[in-house]
């Protein structure tokens, strides 16, 4: 049982470069979320999914965007990478309904120079 | 908008003591709230949740809900080294869909 798994671990990008951050999960769960977290701040929400073919958008969508063909998957695409996206991205997964408990992934460390 | 704030860190105490976090928020539409540990370089790892008013203990840790003041707090007792991380308190909206975080505490205790 792997849970969440993210790919890659580490990645540098240059300014108008794009990338997918790699997302699953083998818990089956519905919820996924993509987060992202700056150095001494908390936890944004980028997008998030109910389950697949279903996503919305968080406080920080603005230059990700987001598909879920599958329960297992769930990519982030990053378009034209601009110096504000350096950052660390987690991605979670949780059941629909109780007890409501939110696992992570290890992250991806992402620096857009 | 609805916020999770907690206390102002960073927060140190000497290994044995109890270490005390604290949270409170804004949504009295939020049901359920979940305490996370993370260590630095490490991603968020669920320690405790609590539905209900009072105490839940689960070993060292006791988390405790008062929703008429609208307040969440961690108790860790007998504090070790290997406690030292920032703690994220966490409210789940009342649509259930998702989780607001608060900044976190960066909690050292020193040996």
New interface residues.
């Given amino acids: 049982n792997a849970g969440v798994t993210q790919t890659p671990k580490f990645r540098i990008l240059k300014i108008g470069q794009s990338m997918t951050l790699q997302c699953a999960q083998d818990m089956n769960h519905n919820?996924m979320?993509w987060y992202r977290q700056d150095p001494?701040?908390?936890?944004k929400?980028i997008y998030?999914s109910?389950g697949a073919g279903i996503t919305d958008k968080?406080e920080v969508p603005n230059g990700y965007n987001v598909s879920r063909s599958t329960t297992e998957d769930f990519p982030l695409r990053l378009e034209l990478a601009a110096p504000s996206q350096t950052s660390v991205y987690?991605c979670a997964s949780r059941t629909s309904g109780?007890?409501?408990?939110?696992?992570?992934?290890?992250?991806t460390r992402l620096t857009v120079t | 908008q609805k916020e999770v704030e907690q206390n102002s860190g960073p927060l140190s105490v000497p290994e044995g003591a109890i270490a005390s976090l604290n949270c409170t928020y804004s949504d009295r539409g939020s049901q359920?709230f979940?305490w996370y540990r993370q260590y630095s370089g490490?991603?968020?790892?669920?320690i405790m949740?609590i539905?209900s008013n009072g105490d839940k203990e689960d070993g060292r840790f006791t988390a405790q809900l008062n929703k008429a003041s609208q307040y969440v707090s961690l108790l860790i007792r007998d504090s070790q080294p290997s406690d030292s991380a920032t703690y994220?308190c966490a409210g789940?909206g009342g649509s259930?869909?998702?989780?607001t975080?608060?900044?976190?505490t960066l909690l050292t205790v020193n040996p």
């Fill in positions: 919820y979320y001494g701040m908390g936890l929400l998030y109910v968080g987690f109780a007890p409501y408990e939110q696992y992570f992934g290890p992250g | 359920s979940f490490k991603s968020p790892e669920l949740f539905y994220l789940l259930n869909y998702k989780l975080f608060g900044k976190g």
